[in-house]
């Protein structure tokens, strides 16, 4: 059981927008940025936003992220059909002392 | 470019060892932090280990304290982790992954490995 929760599934249509919640405590969320990560199936993750808010290389901005007190989002627009993978927050825990992943939310694209 | 390459993963019994090793390159591997990161067959990610650029300070995840040991040679570029009293439950593909930034760790992995699968069966 992480200490980040996300929903386990959600989907959209081509073109539509759908956000991925991630709440979490003052501890790491609520204290620290809030990283994502992509995984496509079979393949191994991939940084898709860091710092809440910021973009590696190459990312296109139909992904966003925001912070809100103890919760954080990832917002998909213009959702295509290579966005289905499953998605996963993570933050550094200052109760741990370390980093840690939220479940992770699989997206499907219908 | 960043290449990590794992190696050492196969098919162990419970209660023996393993150790998985991560022959880095593309990168100063001496001025960033590591990780190890692993996956049980269809679940999510689980951060296993950490250990800081110069190897003074390292974390794990509960599950494995006092089992897996996190280690690096920067003197040949290469990241391991020693895992001891080995369960079912850390069958999974362990992942080597650099951190994105210099002389930190934080929750930030900008490179993967492909990963090396862990099978705990008797």
């Known amino acids: 059981q992480s200490v980040l929760t996300q929903p386990p599934s959600t989907s959209g249509t081509p073109g539509q927008r759908i956000t991925i919640s991630c709440s979490g405590s003052?501890?790491?969320?609520?204290?620290?940025?809030v990283n994502w990560y992509q995984q496509l199936p079979g393949a191994a993750p991939k940084l898709l936003i860091y710092?809440?808010?910021q973009w590696p290389s190459g990312v296109p901005d139909r992904f966003s992220g925001s912070k809100s007190g103890t919760s954080a989002s990832l917002a998909i627009s213009g959702l295509q059909s290579e966005d289905e993978a499953t998605y996963y927050c993570?933050?550094?825990?200052?109760?741990?002392?370390?980093?840690?992943f939220g479940g992770g939310t699989k997206v499907t694209v219908l | 470019q960043v290449q990590l390459v794992e190696s050492g993963g196969g098919v162990v019994q419970p209660g023996r060892s393993l150790r998985l090793s991560c022959t880095a390159s593309?990168?100063?591997?001496?001025?960033?932090?590591m990780h190890w990161v692993r996956q049980a067959p269809g679940k999510g990610l689980e951060w296993v280990a950490v250990?800081?650029?110069?190897?003074?300070?390292?974390y794990s995840t509960d599950s494995v304290q006092g089992r897996f040991i996190i280690s690096r040679d920067n003197s040949k570029n290469t990241l391991f982790l020693q895992m001891n009293s080995l369960r079912s439950d850390d069958t999974g593909t362990y992942y080597c992954?650099?951190?994105?930034?210099?002389?930190?760790?934080?929750?930030?992995?900008?490179?993967w490995g492909q990963g090396t699968l862990v099978t705990v069966s008797s």
């Open positions: 992954a650099k951190d994105r930034h210099q002389y930190d760790t934080s929750a930030q992995v900008d490179s």
């Open positions: 593309g990168f100063s591997f001496s001025d960033f932090g």
């Open positions: 250990i800081t650029d110069d190897g003074s300070h390292e």
């Open positions: 003052s501890s790491n969320v609520g204290g620290n940025t």
């Open positions: 710092s809440t808010d």
């Open positions: 993570a933050v550094w825990d200052d109760s741990l002392n370390g980093p840690v």
